[in-house]
């Protein structure tokens, strides 16, 4: 069965860092993209960062997130990583990786709707 986890999420103070982890069972994952998203209750999802499996690994980020957060990928592990540095209090949000779509991120995958494959999330919180 094809499973996403993320993990790492938790509270954080402004200013500060977390890594969320996205273990992914059941696929190899290298020749996918991978994405983070966020949702805040009431509020659309945004991506916020996207690895491609090409062989450049080109990245993609949020305008809001850029020069903030670091997306990366361990294929051999099967596990993506979002490093979030700068943390501001409007990063608070349930944070979700996403793969099984496209080999490249290319320009569509700011809405998450070309992944397939989901993880349950992990809820981010940052004190002002």
């Known amino acids: 069965q094809v499973q996403l986890v993320e993990s790492g999420g938790g509270m954080a103070q402004s200013g500060g860092s977390l890594r969320l982890s996205c273990v992914i069972s059941?696929?190899?994952?290298?020749?996918?993209?991978i994405g983070w998203y966020r949702q805040v209750p009431g509020e659309e999802r945004e991506g916020v960062a996207c690895?491609?499996?090409?062989?450049?690994?080109?990245?993609s980020y949020g305008a809001s997130v850029k020069g903030r957060f670091t997306i990366s990928r361990d294929n051999g592990s099967n596990r993506a990583y979002l490093l979030m540095t700068n943390l501001k209090p409007e990063d608070a949000a349930t944070y979700f990786c996403?793969?099984?779509?496209?080999?490249?991120?290319?320009?569509?995958?700011?809405?998450?709707?070309?992944?397939?494959?989901w993880g349950q999330g992990t809820q981010v919180t940052v004190s002002a």
């Open positions: 690895i491609g499996a090409d062989g450049g690994h080109t990245t």
């Open positions: 996403a793969t099984h779509g496209p080999l490249r991120c290319g320009t569509d995958w700011y809405d998450g709707r070309i992944f397939r494959l």
């Open positions: 059941g696929f190899e994952v290298g020749g996918y993209a």
